[in-house]
């Protein structure tokens, strides 16, 4: 009787792999094997209505991209895009947190409305703050004529040294929400025994701020941050509503260009090779993001 | 009292009127669209720009409805995002019930593949899998698109169903097996309909990422079968702009992922937040 479990528990189990074999082998087909076609594309001469001439040519695409300037362009653009996105998310989404998690009476409503921008298709995002930067008769524009902040109407998506900044401010306000969130949930899990205690040495807000929140929600900062540089730095359709990379090249971020290149010229090979170099970019954040998940998976 | 009074002004000016703010930017776009969708042709292109309209229209929402197969691309949305949520819980559910009860050789590693794929880029899987659904023919059906959505579904469904199914007692699996339940039968009988929220939860979760989406329906589809989000899209004339039409679209076509992404946020954020503030 005793001997039955423990030898039951030295087989290898079967019924583990046979639950997952699906989800594995649907995966496989779906996801995988699609990512293997576009590393054997991004190494291959592949323009879609040219099937004849599809044929090896090593790393020529890389080669190509790397004296490509619309690559570096793409490249640059990238950065600040995550840059700033992230970090103006990260700072409105703290803010709201904080207020969150202040005691007033409408709280509960505020907290609902706070995440509608999370919950809108791109498209429509895209639609709407097209409509706000609009050259004639947006709302940004009458805004800031009216007071006194500009003395002329600006074209915020057809001018290349605003575009970039206004697509910018639009996922910040997409994305703030994810991050109010995760920090409120962050907030409410702190003891408020560490504040009572604080309190009773005479700590200030700001020491307490400083020296119990900030520490606490170091977990949750890292994690959200990742996993939102990782977000921000694939979005690409609200680009694409909004000014499809132009005007020329100034809203063209890495992921954008090999996706316009693709089916704009319809050069997979080359679009493949670009969607490869930007995967390889993004692996050192993917890389950050699962040691940190990994140490969950118990 | 004095007290009380200045500190409910202070409170006031400090906390609540940040928080206004903070919410007037977060829905002030929103509710613009909406005030012009329901403006009359005439107002919209005024200036100076009424705020407030005084006369207030639907002409726009007939126009939209009677129009352009609008209700049509929803119903083909409805089918796609339907699809999309059978196919990632029924194969995500099994995943999960193993992932959380079993441990054996292989589980971290596989665990942590389904969290890499959520992170593929969508171009790196998009252009792919455009040239394979062009070999096989499959270009512009419900099933591409089902497909596609599965790609970011499946790997969201099993982590979200590992986290719930882990806040189910294991010694409730043992008792249904000791009254003659196979773990199977434990499985379905006992574990799953105590995780119903979360199962619920997650379905309506992909199902608003699946209505949601754009670049996979646009590129995979876009002629026979076209999502609601390419309707809008298409909506854009070739030499003007109709905004009342447009933003008519907008909300209608949001409204039901809105609605819904309501309904569902706390169940939902408890989910996705409880493994982040558990570390």
């Known amino acids: ?279 390889l970019m993004l692996l050192g954040v993917v890389v950050l993001y699962l040691r940190r998940a990994g140490r969950d998976v118990t | 009292m004095m007290v009380g009074r200045r500190s409910r002004l202070n409170r006031f000016l400090t906390i609540e009127l940040s928080m206004l703010a903070i919410i007037a930017f977060g829905l002030g776009p929103y509710l613009w669209m909406v005030l012009t969708s329901i403006k009359p042709e005439e107002l919209l292109f005024r200036l100076p720009i009424d705020y407030w309209p005084e006369q207030v229209t639907l002409e726009h929402y007939v126009r939209l409805l009677s129009k352009a197969n609008f209700l049509e691309n929803m119903g083909q949305s409805l089918v796609v995002a339907v699809g999309t949520v059978c196919v990632g819980l029924s194969l995500s559910v099994t995943a999960a019930y193993s992932f959380s009860r079993f441990r054996f050789p292989g589980r971290r590693f596989l665990m942590l593949k389904f969290l890499v794929i959520n992170m593929f880029p969508v171009v790196l899987l998009i252009i792919p899998l455009f040239v394979v659904m062009r070999k096989l023919g499959l270009l512009d059906t419900y099933f591409a698109l089902i497909i596609a959505h599965s790609t970011f579904s499946i790997p969201f469904a099993t982590w979200m169903m590992t986290s719930y199914i882990n806040t189910i007692p294991v010694s409730l699996d043992e008792a249904a097996m000791t009254d003659g339940c196979t773990r199977l039968g434990a499985m379905w009988r006992v574990v799953l309909p105590l995780c119903l929220p979360g199962v619920v939860a997650t379905g309506i979760y992909i199902f608003i990422t699946s209505w949601n989406e754009y670049l996979y329906a646009a590129i995979l589809a876009g002629q026979n079968v076209r999502t609601i989000t390419v309707g809008i899209q298409t909506l854009i004339g070739e030499f003007e702009i109709e905004w009342g039409l447009l933003t008519a679209g907008g909300t209608l076509g949001a409204l039901p992922a809105t609605i819904l992404f309501i309904v569902i946020q706390r169940h939902l954020i408890e989910g996705m937040v409880a493994g982040a503030v558990k570390r």
């Open chain 1, 1 to 279: 009787m005793g001997m039955t479990p423990r030898r039951y528990r030295r087989r290898l189990p079967v019924l583990p792999y046979v639950l997952l074999s699906p989800v594995v082998l649907v995966t496989l087909v779906i996801i995988f094997y699609p990512m293997l076609q576009a590393i054997w594309m991004s190494v291959h001469d592949y323009i879609i209505w040219k099937p004849q001439d599809i044929r090896f040519n090593a790393f020529a695409h890389f080669v190509t991209a790397f004296s490509d300037e619309v690559f570096w362009i793409s490249l640059w653009h990238t950065a600040i895009w995550i840059s700033l996105t992230v970090s103006l998310q990260l700072a409105l989404g703290f803010a709201a947190a904080i207020l969150l998690n202040q005691d007033f009476p409408w709280r509960a409503l505020a907290r609902g409305l706070i995440i509608i921008p999370w919950a809108l298709p791109s498209v429509v995002i895209g639609l709407m703050w097209s409509w706000v930067y609009d050259p004639n008769y947006g709302v940004l524009n009458d805004f800031m004529l009216r007071f006194g902040l500009l003395t002329q109407s600006m074209p915020w998506l057809a001018n290349p040294d605003t575009a970039l900044y206004a697509i910018i401010l639009t996922l910040t306000w997409q994305g703030f929400p994810f991050f109010a969130v995760m920090i409120l949930a962050g907030l409410q899990a702190i003891p408020s025994s560490y504040y009572e205690a604080a309190e009773l040495d005479g700590a200030s807000r700001r020491q307490q701020f400083w020296h119990i929140t900030l520490p606490s929600l170091k977990g949750v900062l890292v994690t959200a941050v990742l996993l939102r540089i990782i977000w921000v730095a694939n979005s690409i359709d609200v680009i694409y509503v909004m000014t499809s990379g132009g005007p020329g090249y100034a809203t063209h971020t890495l992921p954008l260009y090999a996706f316009l290149r693709t089916y704009t010229a319809m050069d997979f090979g080359y679009g493949s090779a670009l969607a490869v170099l930007f995967t």
